[in-house]
Nanobody, 114 residues
Framework: QVQLVESGGGLVQSGGSLRLSCVAS????????MGWYRQAPGKERELVAV??????TYADSAKGRFTISRDSAKNEVYLQMENLEPEDTAVYYC?????????WGQGTQVTVSS
């Protein structure tokens, strides 16, 4: 079992920054992909940024503003978010794959005020 726990969400003003963190607390051997999705109320969950050993994928809306990083030895992943906009308001979910199975964190709320 892989347990993913996010932290770092909160309320910021437009133009501000946040850093999200996610740690795999157990069953975390051989995690391949780690990254972030988000879901706003009434909208479908969407990819924000995901990385593995060979590639990194960003949503178009995240490029140039968000940076994903990973400490593979600790099975931790981070999302540095800069120049946040109200449109970034969502629940952000940590995501990982292990042995071709998907795992999700509980989500952390990010709210960006005007």
């Amino acid at each position: 079992q892989v347990q993913l726990v996010e932290s770092g969400g909160g309320l910021v003003q437009s133009g501000g920054s946040l850093r999200l963190s996610c740690v795999a607390s157990r069953g975390a051997l051989l995690i391949y992909d780690m990254g972030w999705y988000r879901q706003a109320p009434g909208k479908e969950r969407e990819l924000v940024a995901v990385m593995n050993y060979r590639e990194t994928t960003y949503a178009d809306s995240a490029k140039g503003r968000f940076t994903i990083s990973r400490d593979s030895a600790k099975n931790e992943v981070y999302l540095q978010m800069e120049n946040l906009e109200p449109e970034d308001t969502a629940v952000y979910y940590c995501y990982a794959t292990q042995w071709n199975r998907d795992y999700w964190g509980q989500g952390t709320q990010v709210t960006v005020s005007s």
